[in-house]
Protein backbone atom coordinates (compact mmCIF):
# COMPACT_ATOMS: atom_id res chain seq x y z
CA UNK A 1 0.00 0.00 0.00
CA UNK A 2 1.45 3.58 -1.25
CA UNK A 3 1.02 6.12 1.52
CA UNK A 4 1.94 9.44 1.67
CA UNK A 5 2.10 11.75 4.46
CA UNK A 6 1.18 15.40 5.06
CA UNK A 7 2.57 17.34 8.09
CA UNK A 8 5.90 16.12 9.44
CA UNK A 9 5.63 15.90 13.38
CA UNK A 10 2.81 13.67 14.59
CA UNK A 11 2.52 12.60 10.73
CA UNK A 12 6.48 11.61 11.01
CA UNK A 13 5.49 8.98 13.83
CA UNK A 14 2.77 7.84 12.10
CA UNK A 15 4.48 7.38 8.85
CA UNK A 16 7.22 5.59 11.04
CA UNK A 17 4.79 3.45 12.14
CA UNK A 18 3.12 2.61 8.93
CA UNK A 19 6.74 1.47 7.49
CA UNK A 20 7.05 -0.75 10.71
CA UNK A 21 3.60 -2.27 9.58
CA UNK A 22 4.60 -2.73 6.58
CA UNK A 23 3.40 0.03 4.65
CA UNK A 24 5.03 1.72 1.65
CA UNK A 25 5.65 5.56 2.54
CA UNK A 26 6.67 7.09 -0.51
CA UNK A 27 5.54 10.71 -0.55
CA UNK A 28 6.14 13.23 2.68
CA UNK A 29 5.38 17.16 2.97
CA UNK A 30 6.04 19.72 4.77
CA UNK A 31 6.03 23.49 4.19
CA UNK A 32 8.82 24.06 6.78
CA UNK A 33 11.59 22.87 4.91
CA UNK A 34 13.59 22.41 8.69
CA UNK A 35 11.43 19.48 9.37
CA UNK A 36 12.76 17.16 5.88
CA UNK A 37 16.15 16.48 7.31
CA UNK A 38 14.65 13.68 9.62
CA UNK A 39 12.05 12.60 7.52
CA UNK A 40 14.78 12.04 4.95
CA UNK A 41 16.89 9.57 7.75
CA UNK A 42 13.46 7.85 8.32
CA UNK A 43 11.82 7.43 5.26
CA UNK A 44 14.57 6.40 3.00
CA UNK A 45 13.72 6.55 -0.53
CA UNK A 46 10.45 8.45 -0.25
CA UNK A 47 9.73 11.56 -2.61
CA UNK A 48 10.39 14.53 0.29
CA UNK A 49 8.22 17.97 -0.93
CA UNK A 50 7.07 21.25 1.08
CA UNK A 51 3.85 21.44 -1.50
CA UNK A 52 1.02 18.98 -0.35
CA UNK A 53 0.12 19.20 -4.31
CA UNK A 54 3.30 17.58 -5.75
CA UNK A 55 1.78 14.27 -3.34
CA UNK A 56 -1.69 14.34 -5.55
CA UNK A 57 1.00 13.36 -8.19
CA UNK A 58 2.18 10.29 -6.64
CA UNK A 59 -0.20 7.20 -7.63
CA UNK A 60 -0.98 7.34 -3.60
CA UNK A 61 -3.29 4.57 -2.64
CA UNK A 62 -3.75 6.77 0.50
CA UNK A 63 -2.67 9.86 2.55
CA UNK A 64 -2.40 10.32 6.68
CA UNK A 65 -3.38 14.53 6.81
CA UNK A 66 -1.24 15.48 10.06
CA UNK A 67 -1.24 18.93 9.38
CA UNK A 68 -2.52 22.28 10.90
CA UNK A 69 -5.44 21.71 13.15
CA UNK A 70 -7.76 23.55 11.41
CA UNK A 71 -7.02 23.04 7.49
CA UNK A 72 -7.36 19.01 7.18
CA UNK A 73 -10.65 19.37 5.14
CA UNK A 74 -9.59 21.16 2.12
CA UNK A 75 -6.71 18.74 1.81
CA UNK A 76 -8.73 15.45 2.16
CA UNK A 77 -11.35 16.94 -0.45
CA UNK A 78 -8.68 17.38 -2.60
CA UNK A 79 -7.34 13.34 -2.45
CA UNK A 80 -10.85 12.39 -1.98
CA UNK A 81 -11.26 14.00 -6.04
CA UNK A 82 -8.13 11.77 -7.18
CA UNK A 83 -9.26 8.42 -5.72
CA UNK A 84 -6.91 8.50 -2.58
CA UNK A 85 -8.19 7.23 0.63
CA UNK A 86 -7.98 9.85 3.56
CA UNK A 87 -7.06 9.28 7.14
CA UNK A 88 -7.26 12.64 8.70
CA UNK A 89 -6.33 14.08 12.24
CA UNK A 90 -8.97 16.24 14.19
CA UNK A 91 -10.32 18.26 13.07
CA UNK A 92 -12.53 17.11 10.55
CA UNK A 93 -13.52 20.81 9.75
CA UNK A 94 -13.95 24.13 10.55
CA UNK A 95 -17.73 24.61 10.70
CA UNK A 96 -21.13 22.87 9.43
CA UNK A 97 -20.54 24.41 5.75
CA UNK A 98 -17.26 22.89 5.30
CA UNK A 99 -18.44 19.36 7.15
CA UNK A 100 -21.16 19.41 5.02
CA UNK A 101 -18.86 19.50 1.62
CA UNK A 102 -16.69 16.96 3.40
CA UNK A 103 -19.13 14.74 3.66
CA UNK A 104 -20.41 14.85 -0.09
CA UNK A 105 -16.41 14.70 -1.15
CA UNK A 106 -16.24 11.17 0.27
CA UNK A 107 -19.74 10.12 -0.91
CA UNK A 108 -19.11 10.83 -4.33
CA UNK A 109 -15.38 9.55 -3.96
CA UNK A 110 -14.91 6.24 -5.05
CA UNK A 111 -12.10 6.24 -2.04
CA UNK A 112 -12.79 6.22 1.70
CA UNK A 113 -12.43 8.80 4.20
CA UNK A 114 -11.24 7.64 8.50
CA UNK A 115 -10.96 9.79 11.02
CA UNK A 116 -7.63 9.42 12.90
CA UNK A 117 -9.35 9.00 16.57
CA UNK A 118 -7.13 6.56 18.13
CA UNK A 119 -8.67 7.80 21.13
CA UNK A 120 -11.08 5.31 20.84
CA UNK A 121 -8.80 2.83 20.00
CA UNK A 122 -6.64 3.00 23.53
CA UNK A 123 -6.42 -0.02 25.82
CA UNK A 124 -8.90 1.03 28.72
CA UNK A 125 -11.61 3.00 25.92
CA UNK A 126 -11.32 -0.77 24.23
CA UNK A 127 -12.18 -2.01 27.43
CA UNK A 128 -15.27 0.04 28.07
CA UNK A 129 -16.37 -0.72 24.60
CA UNK A 130 -16.53 -4.29 24.88
CA UNK A 131 -18.07 -4.39 28.27
CA UNK A 132 -20.76 -1.93 26.41
CA UNK A 133 -20.73 -3.85 23.51
CA UNK A 134 -21.86 -6.84 24.97
CA UNK A 135 -24.69 -5.61 27.18
CA UNK A 136 -23.20 -5.92 30.40
CA UNK A 137 -23.75 -2.14 31.60
CA UNK A 138 -26.67 -2.02 30.25
CA UNK A 139 -28.42 1.21 28.37
CA UNK A 140 -25.51 3.75 28.59
CA UNK A 141 -26.97 6.63 30.53
CA UNK A 142 -23.60 9.18 31.06
CA UNK A 143 -20.18 9.07 30.13
CA UNK A 144 -17.61 11.48 31.47
CA UNK A 145 -14.24 11.87 29.75
CA UNK A 146 -11.06 14.09 29.84
CA UNK A 147 -8.05 14.76 27.88
CA UNK A 148 -5.86 16.72 30.00
CA UNK A 149 -2.40 18.32 30.31
CA UNK A 150 -0.47 18.85 33.42
CA UNK A 151 1.62 21.54 32.56
CA UNK A 152 3.71 23.97 33.63
CA UNK A 153 2.51 27.77 33.09
CA UNK A 154 5.31 28.27 30.89
CA UNK A 155 4.77 25.31 29.01
CA UNK A 156 1.60 25.78 28.36
CA UNK A 157 2.72 29.36 26.91
CA UNK A 158 5.03 27.67 25.05
CA UNK A 159 2.62 25.59 23.10
CA UNK A 160 -0.57 27.83 23.07
CA UNK A 161 0.85 31.34 23.31
CA UNK A 162 1.42 31.49 19.75
CA UNK A 163 -1.83 33.28 18.26
CA UNK A 164 -0.27 32.39 14.31
CA UNK A 165 0.24 28.77 15.17
CA UNK A 166 -3.23 26.55 14.90
CA UNK A 167 -2.91 25.72 19.31
CA UNK A 168 -2.74 29.32 19.69
CA UNK A 169 -5.57 30.32 17.39
CA UNK A 170 -7.96 27.30 17.64
CA UNK A 171 -11.15 28.15 20.06
CA UNK A 172 -10.71 26.73 23.53
CA UNK A 173 -13.75 24.36 22.49
CA UNK A 174 -11.67 22.95 19.56
CA UNK A 175 -9.92 20.07 20.40
CA UNK A 176 -12.98 18.09 21.68
CA UNK A 177 -12.74 15.01 19.58
CA UNK A 178 -10.20 12.57 21.72
CA UNK A 179 -13.05 12.81 24.67
CA UNK A 180 -16.50 12.91 22.00
CA UNK A 181 -15.36 9.92 20.09
CA UNK A 182 -15.10 7.87 23.05
CA UNK A 183 -18.53 8.97 23.92
CA UNK A 184 -20.11 8.42 20.19
CA UNK A 185 -18.31 5.37 20.30
CA UNK A 186 -19.85 3.95 23.69
CA UNK A 187 -23.01 5.08 23.30
CA UNK A 188 -23.78 4.60 19.42
CA UNK A 189 -25.40 8.59 19.63
CA UNK A 190 -25.18 11.24 18.05
CA UNK A 191 -24.72 14.62 19.58
CA UNK A 192 -27.74 17.04 19.62
CA UNK A 193 -26.96 20.17 21.91
CA UNK A 194 -24.10 21.08 24.18
CA UNK A 195 -23.30 23.77 26.54
CA UNK A 196 -19.50 24.81 27.35
CA UNK A 197 -17.25 26.29 30.34
CA UNK A 198 -14.38 27.66 31.00
CA UNK A 199 -13.29 25.77 33.73
CA UNK A 200 -11.32 29.21 35.70
CA UNK A 201 -12.85 32.24 34.49
CA UNK A 202 -9.43 33.37 35.39
CA UNK A 203 -7.55 31.65 32.78
CA UNK A 204 -11.17 30.91 30.45
CA UNK A 205 -8.59 29.30 27.46
CA UNK A 206 -6.78 26.88 29.94
CA UNK A 207 -9.65 23.96 30.27
CA UNK A 208 -13.14 23.53 29.15
CA UNK A 209 -16.07 21.33 29.99
CA UNK A 210 -18.38 20.62 27.78
CA UNK A 211 -22.14 19.07 28.70
CA UNK A 212 -23.67 17.52 25.42
CA UNK A 213 -26.99 16.30 24.83
CA UNK A 214 -26.85 13.04 23.50
CA UNK A 215 -29.14 11.69 20.54
CA UNK A 216 -30.04 7.91 22.96
CA UNK A 217 -30.86 10.30 25.69
CA UNK A 218 -27.77 10.36 27.65
CA UNK A 219 -25.25 12.83 28.98
CA UNK A 220 -21.50 13.62 28.07
CA UNK A 221 -19.32 15.96 30.20
CA UNK A 222 -15.95 16.13 28.68
CA UNK A 223 -13.36 17.94 30.07
CA UNK A 224 -10.09 19.13 27.92
CA UNK A 225 -7.23 21.38 28.24
CA UNK A 226 -4.34 22.03 31.09
CA UNK A 227 -5.36 20.94 34.40
CA UNK A 228 -3.11 19.45 36.78
CA UNK A 229 -3.30 15.89 37.42
CA UNK A 230 -3.21 14.54 33.99
CA UNK A 231 -3.53 10.28 33.59
CA UNK A 232 -0.45 8.64 32.42
CA UNK A 233 -3.04 6.34 29.96
CA UNK A 234 -2.17 9.10 26.98
CA UNK A 235 -3.74 11.98 29.27
CA UNK A 236 -7.29 10.04 28.81
CA UNK A 237 -9.98 9.01 31.47
CA UNK A 238 -13.28 7.74 30.35
CA UNK A 239 -16.37 6.52 32.45
CA UNK A 240 -19.23 4.69 31.47
CA UNK A 241 -22.06 4.58 33.82
CA UNK A 242 -25.26 2.47 32.26
CA UNK A 243 -28.55 1.16 33.78
CA UNK A 244 -26.68 -2.32 35.15
CA UNK A 245 -23.09 -1.35 35.99
CA UNK A 246 -19.96 1.25 35.72
CA UNK A 247 -17.20 0.93 33.83
CA UNK A 248 -14.49 3.47 34.00
CA UNK A 249 -9.85 3.97 33.78
CA UNK A 250 -8.98 3.30 37.15
CA UNK A 251 -7.39 6.47 38.48
CA UNK A 252 -3.50 5.50 39.35
CA UNK A 253 0.05 6.08 38.53
CA UNK A 254 1.02 5.29 34.93
CA UNK A 255 0.65 1.59 33.94
CA UNK A 256 -2.24 1.44 36.04
CA UNK A 257 -4.50 4.15 34.44
CA UNK A 258 -4.95 1.43 31.11
CA UNK A 259 -7.16 -0.71 33.63
CA UNK A 260 -10.65 0.06 34.28
CA UNK A 261 -12.74 -0.58 37.47
CA UNK A 262 -16.36 -2.56 36.35
CA UNK A 263 -19.13 -2.29 39.24
CA UNK A 264 -21.91 -3.87 38.92
CA UNK A 265 -24.66 -3.67 42.02
CA UNK A 266 -25.92 -6.23 44.49
CA UNK A 267 -29.25 -5.88 43.08
CA UNK A 268 -28.37 -6.57 39.57
CA UNK A 269 -26.64 -9.69 40.43
CA UNK A 270 -28.73 -12.88 40.28
CA UNK A 271 -26.79 -13.65 44.49
CA UNK A 272 -27.36 -10.56 45.62
CA UNK A 273 -23.78 -9.68 45.53
CA UNK A 274 -21.65 -6.71 44.79
CA UNK A 275 -19.07 -7.13 41.77
CA UNK A 276 -16.28 -5.44 41.47
CA UNK A 277 -13.33 -5.50 39.71
CA UNK A 278 -10.57 -4.43 37.76
CA UNK A 279 -9.27 -5.43 34.45
CA UNK A 280 -5.65 -4.91 32.24
CA UNK A 281 -6.15 -5.03 28.81
CA UNK A 282 -4.21 -8.16 26.96
CA UNK A 283 -1.04 -6.43 25.51
CA UNK A 284 -0.69 -5.88 21.69
CA UNK A 285 1.85 -7.25 19.81
CA UNK A 286 3.36 -6.93 16.21
CA UNK A 287 5.62 -8.71 14.69
CA UNK A 288 6.68 -10.89 17.93
CA UNK A 289 7.17 -7.57 19.95
CA UNK A 290 4.89 -5.56 22.65
CA UNK A 291 3.45 -2.69 21.86
CA UNK A 292 4.06 0.44 23.84
CA UNK A 293 0.70 0.78 25.99
CA UNK A 294 0.55 4.29 24.46
CA UNK A 295 0.81 3.30 21.07
CA UNK A 296 -1.68 1.02 20.47
CA UNK A 297 -4.17 2.86 19.66
CA UNK A 298 -2.12 4.90 16.80
CA UNK A 299 -0.75 1.21 15.53
CA UNK A 300 -5.14 -0.35 15.64
CA UNK A 301 -5.92 2.51 13.56
CA UNK A 302 -3.21 2.29 11.07
CA UNK A 303 -4.32 -1.24 10.70
CA UNK A 304 -7.81 -0.71 10.62
CA UNK A 305 -7.08 2.11 7.62
CA UNK A 306 -4.94 -0.42 6.12
CA UNK A 307 -8.08 -3.10 6.12
CA UNK A 308 -10.05 0.08 4.82
CA UNK A 309 -7.92 0.77 1.88
CA UNK A 310 -6.83 -2.81 1.14
CA UNK A 311 -9.95 -4.82 2.15
CA UNK A 312 -12.78 -2.33 1.34
CA UNK A 313 -14.14 -2.61 5.24
CA UNK A 314 -15.55 -0.25 6.78
CA UNK A 315 -13.57 2.65 8.41
CA UNK A 316 -12.82 2.67 12.28
CA UNK A 317 -14.51 6.43 12.62
CA UNK A 318 -16.37 7.10 9.19
CA UNK A 319 -16.77 10.76 7.93
CA UNK A 320 -20.15 11.72 9.83
CA UNK A 321 -19.16 10.90 13.08
CA UNK A 322 -15.71 12.58 12.53
CA UNK A 323 -17.89 15.78 11.36
CA UNK A 324 -20.61 15.34 14.66
CA UNK A 325 -17.60 15.37 17.09
CA UNK A 326 -15.99 17.86 15.63
CA UNK A 327 -18.68 19.87 15.47
CA UNK A 328 -19.72 19.99 19.26
CA UNK A 329 -16.70 21.81 19.52
CA UNK A 330 -17.88 24.44 16.71
CA UNK A 331 -21.27 25.01 18.79
CA UNK A 332 -19.18 24.91 21.98
CA UNK A 333 -17.29 27.97 20.88
CA UNK A 334 -20.33 29.50 20.24
CA UNK A 335 -22.27 28.29 23.57
CA UNK A 336 -19.15 29.73 25.75
CA UNK A 337 -19.22 33.43 23.64
CA UNK A 338 -22.65 33.11 24.64
CA UNK A 339 -22.81 32.81 28.90
CA UNK A 340 -22.52 28.94 28.80
CA UNK A 341 -26.07 28.86 26.98
CA UNK A 342 -27.40 25.33 25.23
CA UNK A 343 -26.63 25.23 21.52
CA UNK A 344 -27.66 22.75 18.97
CA UNK A 345 -25.28 20.72 17.18
CA UNK A 346 -26.16 20.31 13.49
CA UNK A 347 -27.75 17.05 12.76
CA UNK A 348 -25.04 15.22 10.11
CA UNK A 349 -26.48 11.87 10.37
CA UNK A 350 -27.84 12.19 6.51
N1 LIG B 1 -4.25 11.80 17.70
C1 LIG B 1 -3.18 12.15 18.40
O1 LIG B 1 -2.77 11.49 19.34
C2 LIG B 1 -2.45 13.40 17.98
C3 LIG B 1 -1.23 13.76 18.59
C4 LIG B 1 -0.58 14.92 18.15
C5 LIG B 1 -1.15 15.70 17.14
N2 LIG B 1 -2.33 15.31 16.58
C6 LIG B 1 -2.96 16.09 15.48
O2 LIG B 1 -2.08 16.10 14.37
C7 LIG B 1 -2.12 17.36 13.71
C8 LIG B 1 -0.73 17.98 13.71
O3 LIG B 1 -0.31 18.12 15.04
P1 LIG B 1 1.23 18.40 15.40
O4 LIG B 1 1.37 18.28 16.86
O5 LIG B 1 2.06 17.55 14.52
O6 LIG B 1 1.30 19.93 14.96
P2 LIG B 1 2.59 20.82 14.61
O7 LIG B 1 2.08 22.19 14.37
O8 LIG B 1 3.66 20.59 15.61
O9 LIG B 1 3.12 20.17 13.23
C9 LIG B 1 2.36 20.27 12.06
C10 LIG B 1 3.32 20.23 10.90
O10 LIG B 1 2.54 20.28 9.69
C11 LIG B 1 3.16 21.21 8.80
N3 LIG B 1 2.10 21.75 7.94
C12 LIG B 1 1.01 22.42 8.32
N4 LIG B 1 0.24 22.73 7.27
C13 LIG B 1 0.87 22.25 6.19
C14 LIG B 1 0.59 22.26 4.80
N5 LIG B 1 -0.54 22.82 4.30
N6 LIG B 1 1.46 21.70 3.95
C15 LIG B 1 2.59 21.13 4.43
N7 LIG B 1 2.92 21.07 5.73
C16 LIG B 1 2.07 21.63 6.60
C17 LIG B 1 3.79 22.26 9.70
O11 LIG B 1 4.85 22.94 9.05
C18 LIG B 1 4.28 21.42 10.88
O12 LIG B 1 5.59 20.96 10.72
C19 LIG B 1 -3.15 18.21 14.47
O13 LIG B 1 -4.39 18.08 13.84
C20 LIG B 1 -3.20 17.54 15.84
O14 LIG B 1 -4.46 17.70 16.43
C21 LIG B 1 -2.99 14.18 16.98
Known sequence: MRVGVV?????????AWCGRLGMDVVAACDRDAGRHAEARELLPGAVITDDWRELLEQRLDGVVLANDFDEHAPLA???LERGVHIL??????RDEAEGRRLIEAVERSSASYSFAENYVLHPHVRLIRQAADGGELGRITLVEADYLHGMSPEQVTALTGDPAHWRGRIAATAYCTHTLSPALALTG???VEVSAFSVDEAEPRAAVALVVRLSS???AITRHGFLQGEPGSH??????RGTKALAESARGPAQRSWSVRFQAEGWTQADGALREEERTPPPLRVGGKTVERGAEGDVLLLEGFRATVERGEPPLVPVRPAVAATLVGVAGATSLD???RPVRVPDVRG
Do not use: D, H, N
Not at 7 to 15: M, N, S, T
Not at 235 to 240: K, R
Open 217 to 219: GAL
Open 7 to 15: GLKRGLYLA
Open 77 to 79: IAF
Open 88 to 93: SEAAAC
Open 338 to 340: EGS
Open 189 to 191: AWP
Open 235 to 240: WSWVSA
